[in-house]
């Protein structure tokens, strides 16, 4: 079973930093792309950015410019890293990730908030 762990979230001030991280395990089979979504209180989960196995990027508009992500394929962990954060990115942040064969998974979220 496909399992992705979360960590990182907390509480930083408008203009803060913060980083993100997500493992991966429970699989031998390849893993195809990697992603982080979001999810604010009585919004739809969206797309934040996601990277594939060969290293290409996307990102959603609302964060190009303060947000990477990055990828460890020999340790199936995902990044993302926050900066300049600002109080419209607090929400709950999900690792998801596509698998060989297997499908789709998500983690179980981590919360982000920013104070103005």
């Known amino acids: 079973q496909v399992q992705l762990v979360e960590s990182g979230g907390g509480l930083v001030h408008t203009g803060g930093s913060l980083r993100l991280s997500c493992a991966a395990s429970?699989?031998?089979?390849?893993?195809?792309?990697m992603s982080w979504y979001r999810q604010a209180p009585g919004k739809q989960r969206e797309l934040v950015a996601d990277?594939?196995?060969?290293?290409?990027?996307n990102y959603a508009d609302s964060v190009k410019g303060r947000f990477t992500i990055s990828r460890d394929n020999a340790r199936n962990m995902v990044y993302l890293q926050m900066n300049s954060l600002k109080p419209e990115d607090t929400a709950v942040y999900y690792c998801?990730?596509?698998?060989?064969?297997?499908?789709?998974?998500w983690g179980q979220g981590t919360q982000v908030t920013v104070s103005s």
């Open positions: 998801h990730t596509v698998v060989q064969i297997l499908g789709t998974y």
């Open positions: 429970g699989t031998s089979f390849r893993i195809y792309v």
């Open positions: 990277v594939t196995s060969d290293g290409s990027t």
